[in-house]
């Protein structure tokens, strides 16, 4: 008896199924979703407690920190580099926070020191898209990202 050319009685419109056709199902349908879900290229935040990355664009490169990832009294950091990867202390950055109910457009930093600006960005529990605006000189960029913003902290959360 060949194990996979095992059948399956099964009612309805095909009388048989093999075991074979529902494995190839089942991978084709997990490729499909691991395809989906994409390699992190377009991160959003939704760890636990913190989140961070790191976006390189035309003039500088940009780490992104929001701690924590939970509603309310979070903070956002953006750490600016240059394109030799030294700090610019002299930018000018905006963040803007679109909801579907509320915007807050163009959050001045509440502090910078040695590159690092550091926004109270007080997001609300669910979906947030981010606008980040960068200039210094005559070089300017723009970043774009959702942020998702879990609703409470859990009970052992330490702030």
Do not use: W
Request: hydrophobic share 40%.
């Amino acid at each position: 008896m060949n194990l996979f050319a095992t059948t399956i009685k099964t009612y309805g419109p095909s009388s048989e199924l093999t075991i074979i056709t529902r494995l190839v199902f089942v991978f084709v349908c997990a490729v499909m979703l691991s395809g989906c879900l994409g390699n992190g290229a377009n991160q959003n935040l939704v760890e636990a407690n913190a989140y961070k990355t790191e976006r390189k664009t035309k003039n500088f490169t940009v780490g992104i920190s929001l701690k924590p990832t939970y509603a309310l009294n979070n903070k956002l950091h953006i750490d600016l580099k240059n394109d030799v990867g030294q700090p610019v202390t002299d930018a000018k950055v905006l963040v803007s926070v679109k909801r579907i109910m509320m915007d807050t457009p163009n959050l001045a930093p509440k502090s910078s020191a040695a590159g690092v600006y550091t926004f109270d960005t007080n997001m609300a529990e669910g979906k947030s898209d981010l606008e980040i605006v960068i200039s210094s000189g005559d070089k300017s960029d723009t970043i774009q990202m959702e942020a998702y913003i879990s609703p409470q902290l859990p009970p052992n959360a330490i702030q």
